[in-house]
């Protein structure tokens, strides 16, 4: 072999991970970027040369990177850069925490935040007027921590025109105070939210690179080396994407990145031109925009997800869809004749209902579309998954049951149905292609995006405590012990997080699986994980990342 020839880097005393969920102990060499040898230690002698590189595994888990096939990766940069109340749990925590970072930044036009809970509000949410004690005198929005509600003060309602006449958008909810029309101060969902962020100045390039920067140092700590993005859903796209772009062709990116761009249905049939325009800009070497996001609801705790039976608490109500099923199924079917993947957002079973119907109509079981969180589904659907080649985006890190079960979902949902979400081991059994995310930053108040936490939940069926799962936790606090038969096991698990993202991206020819060809994506491990008696990741965590044969993490 020529010196030219020879690896940059050999990865020894590793156990590799590799396609079929094979186990392999042993070397593995890297060259420009991809995996060109993976077997013995005597087989990778002849591709040492004096300026390899020798990065000693210990005698652990060497994984694929992880895919993460749904976070938002902008808006999480750009709201972890932002007034942050995920550290706090009651009203005046939040209210702190708000009055230290205005009186901090006095500079801004407009305050930006991130994190609440519905838990220490009524169920309209928070007010205005408690907003306008903290922040008088410039507009403020701070989002839910499930991103789909905002409180506002009056000066944001007053900039984006929203006042006792305004009418609800299609799927959103203006809360009025009690017995009368005037705004309280909360906002439900993206189309009500846009209303007001729209109207914001807007973050420009430089804002969404510093972004990117924030995601990507959090992402290669979890080891993870590419991304589904689902959206700038807030705020113009184009900077974002251009952002992405400048970024890769410098070199600074250490994520694959696929994009989508937001599809309403307002705009229907008539915005996929534009959509097919903007496509055809943004495209890099390891940046892509090629997929349509759509919202068919919202969430169940915010009473916007859609039901095939009412909720408990409000009778007779089932929520409302975002599309009209006529309007989905057309826009569907032009997207479909673009090219276009879409990514639908859809919660509750009368989403998926709609959406799996919608789906079959436009047709492309090629485009590999993809059903996100997916919290409550008929069972009688899941086939259907199968059937019409979608890919299940699933975010583990939601699949437990904690507090939020008996104060929130038991009284809309009665136990019966509360027991019936989250279905994963179902989705596994029907042959459903499954690809594991975390929707980050939102859902959790940890806001984490730690793959681990998502794999233990996956196979545990039980909270993270402490960043340990604790197994037992779960049994105490509710009476219907979790659902075992919806875990998984740890190898499935992994693959959801690694070759299933890849295959819902069309990435799983460059990533995805360790594999001589492909790209040397890389996680070593702080042990085998394999081995462990409990097969749990409990105390799993990444010690290196690699993307495209370059370190980009270690400790
Ligand atoms: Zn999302």
Not at 8 to 19: K, Q, R
Not at 229 to 250: H, R, T, V, W, Y
Request: net charge negative; charged share 25%.
């Amino acid at each position: 072999m020529l010196e030219g020839e020879k690896a940059d880097a050999v990865l020894y005393n590793g156990v590799f991970f590799t396609p079929g969920n094979v186990s392999l102990a042993g070397c593995l060499a890297v060259r420009s970027g991809r995996i060109v040898y993976i077997g013995s230690e005597a087989g990778s002698r002849s591709f040492t040369g004096k300026n390899t590189a020798f990065i000693d595994c210990g005698g652990n888990s060497v994984l694929p990177g992880f895919f993460d096939g749904h976070c938002h990766a902008f808006m999480g940069g750009r709201l972890m850069n932002s007034c942050l109340l995920t550290s706090g749990q009651t009203k005046s925590d939040y209210f702190r925490l708000i009055r230290e970072y205005t009186d901090e930044h006095g500079e801004k036009e407009s305050i930006l935040g991130f994190g609440w809970c519905h838990m220490p509000f009524e169920s309209i949410g928070p007010s205005r007027k408690d907003l306008d004690r903290l922040v008088p005198d410039r507009p403020a929005i701070f989002l839910s921590v499930d991103y789909h509600s905002a409180w506002v003060n009056s000066k944001a309602l007053e900039i984006a025109g929203i006042n006792r006449n305004t009418s609800d958008p299609t799927g959103g909810r203006i809360e009025s105070e009690p017995g009368s029309d005037e705004p309280h101060g909360c906002l439900r969902e993206m189309l009500t939210i846009r209303m007001v962020t729209m109207k914001l100045p807007q973050p420009g390039k430089e804002q969404w690179k510093n972004a990117l920067r924030t995601y990507m140092k959090r992402a290669a700590a979890g080891g993870i080396t590419s991304l589904f993005d689902a959206g700038i859903l807030n705020s113009s796209q184009e900077p974002g994407f251009c952002a992405a772009m400048e970024m890769d062709k410098a070199g600074e990116l250490t994520v694959r990145m696929r994009l989508s761009q937001l599809c309403t249905p307002d705009a229907g049939v008539k915005q996929v031109p534009e959509l097919v325009a903007a496509r055809k800009k943004y495209q890099s070497e390891n940046v892509h925009l090629s997929v349509a996001k759509v919202f068919m609801d919202g969430t169940i705790e915010g009473h916007t997800g859609f039901l095939l039976k009412p909720y408990e608490d409000r009778k007779g109500y089932r929520g409302k869809p975002v599309w009209e099923l006529e309007n989905f199924k057309e826009t569907a079917l032009e997207l479909r004749k673009q090219g276009f993947q879409i990514h639908v957002h859809s919660i509750s079973d009368g989403a998926t209902r709609n959406t799996l119907d919608g789906l079959e109509y436009a047709g492309g079981k090629e485009l590999r579309h993809t059903l996100a969180h997916l919290e409550l589904v008929d069972p009688s659907d899941i086939k259907r998954f199968a059937e019409l080649g979608l890919v299940a985006s699933i975010q583990p890190s939601r699949y437990y049951m904690d507090s939020d079960y008996y104060q929130e979902t038991v009284p809309m949902l009665a136990k019966k149905r509360a027991n019936e979400r989250y279905l994963l081991g179902d989705f596994k059994k029907a042959g459903v292609n499954i690809a594991f995310g975390s929707d980050w930053p939102w859902g959790t108040v940890s806001s984490s995006m730690d793959p681990f936490k998502a794999i233990g939940t996956a196979v545990i069926r039980s909270r993270m405590k402490n960043d340990s799962i604790d197994e037992y936790e779960l049994m105490e606090e509710v009476d219907n012990p979790y659902e075992y038969n919806e875990h998984i096991d740890l190898k499935s698990a992994i693959e959801y997080h690694t070759y299933g993202g890849a295959y819902q991206n069309f990435l799983e020819d460059v990533t995805g699986t360790i594999e001589v060809g492909k790209k040397a994506d890389l996680i070593v491990l702080n042990e085998d994980v394999f081995s462990k008696r409990d097969k749990s990741p409990k105390d799993t965590e990444v010690v290196m990342t690699i993307f495209n044969g370059r370190v980009i993490y270690s400790r």
